[in-house]
């Protein structure tokens, strides 16, 4: 059982567009990533929530704690944001408070 | 530059050989973490070490050991390689383990392929 769902796995859209992609969980946590990871391979870590909302440039994230679910917003989109979006959730459990469960990842493609 | 660095990138075995993927940091962490990543799949936990002296097991532990002599470095060990064991496998480090103010730093992979 997978306890961090993203959707969608796939999405393309043109240059411009506004994107959402949607993280929901079933465990508890104490904050949520996103994650970036380019077709290189390299992982890199976007944002680190456990409430509210953040921005950084053109990237929005936001949870809701009580509905477990998390949002990642790409405004005006680029070809450069072209890569796998990675959720995951840092799970409250014993003495392991800093492991973390990843979603499968939301491959975009921005075309110009 | 100051993160985590990942040694080889790229490695090819024969089912039954050892080897050691290396995992080093530079910024201090306490809390460090392998992962491996297959198609289809998210990140799994193998190992995970808290701290110079500690470690503990994750979701797939099984097939590989790790130890933590020093806080800079963690590596991860396969004792007889495995077709299943194929993977790439990530490093992640972060300040503190129950500190909810630091995010995690990843290495750039190991890309591994038993024959």
């Known amino acids: 059982k997978n306890e961090v769902e993203q959707s969608p796995q796939n999405l393309t859209a043109q240059e411009g567009e506004f994107i959402t992609i949607n993280c929901s969980y079933s465990?508890?946590?104490?904050?949520l990533h996103w994650l970036q990871q380019h077709p290189g391979g390299g992982i890199v870590s976007l944002f680190m929530?456990?409430?509210g909302k953040k921005k950084h440039g053109r990237l929005i994230a936001t949870i809701n704690i009580q509905e477990k679910h998390s949002s990642l917003h790409i405004t005006a989109s680029h070809p450069r944001d072209s890569a796998v979006y990675i959720c995951?959730?840092?799970?409250?459990?014993?003495?392991?408070?800093?492991?973390?469960?990843f979603g499968k990842g939301t491959k975009l493609s921005v075309k110009p | 530059n100051a993160g985590v660095t990942q040694t080889p990138k790229f490695q090819v075995l024969k089912t039954g050989q050892s080897m050691t993927l290396q995992c080093a940091q530079d910024?201090?962490?306490?809390?460090m973490s392998w992962y491996r990543q297959d198609p289809g799949m998210g990140l799994r936990l193998i190992h995970y070490?808290?701290?110079?002296?500690?470690?503990d097991q994750g979701e797939v532990p099984n097939g590989y050991n790790v130890s933590r002599s020093t806080t800079e470095d963690f590596p991860l060990r396969l004792l007889s390689a495995a077709p299943s064991q194929t993977s790439v496998y990530f490093c992640?480090?972060?300040?503190?383990?129950?500190?909810?103010?630091?995010?995690?730093?990843f290495g750039s992979g190991t890309r591994l392929t038993v024959v």
């Open positions: 995951a959730v840092r799970w409250n459990y014993g003495g392991s408070q800093g492991n973390l469960i």
């Open positions: 929530l456990s409430s």
């Open positions: 465990v508890g946590i104490s904050a």
């Open positions: 070490s808290v701290g110079a002296g500690i470690t």
């Open positions: 910024m201090n962490h306490e809390y």
């Open positions: 992640a480090s972060s300040y503190s383990a129950d500190s909810l103010n630091y995010g995690y730093t």
